[in-house]
């Protein structure tokens, strides 16, 4: 199952997954992705999705992952990240 971007191949969903992670997204910028399904019986395209990054005054749905760092920071850090609508989480 390989994931396309704006019609280049972005990548591969691992046929263990129900998701994949994409990287390299601008801000404030709109795509269009569709996924394409090959087997042996053939290839099945999906539909296309256009989607649009988020703002950077909006960032509801977004999940930040710090890693290790002193408490205090942290503590200031999942403050400030509540303020701006997303989420923290350490794993």
């Known amino acids: 199952l390989s994931l396309y971007r704006n019609g280049q191949k972005a990548g591969n969903v691992p046929r263990d997954k129900l998701s ?17 399904l090959r087997t042996s019986a053939g290839t099945y395209p999906s539909e296309k999705l256009t989607v649009r990054t988020h703002k950077m005054t909006d960032l509801s749905g977004i999940t930040i992952t710090p890693g290790p760092m002193p408490a205090q ?7 400030t990240v509540h303020r701006i609508g997303a989420k923290l989480i350490d794993q």
């Not at 920071?73 to 403050?79: K, M, Q, T, W, Y």
């Open 20 to 36: 994949t992670k994409i990287s390299g997204l601008a801000v404030d910028t709109e795509y269009t992705f569709h996924l394409v």
């Open 73 to 79: 920071l942290r503590d200031s850090l999942a403050e």
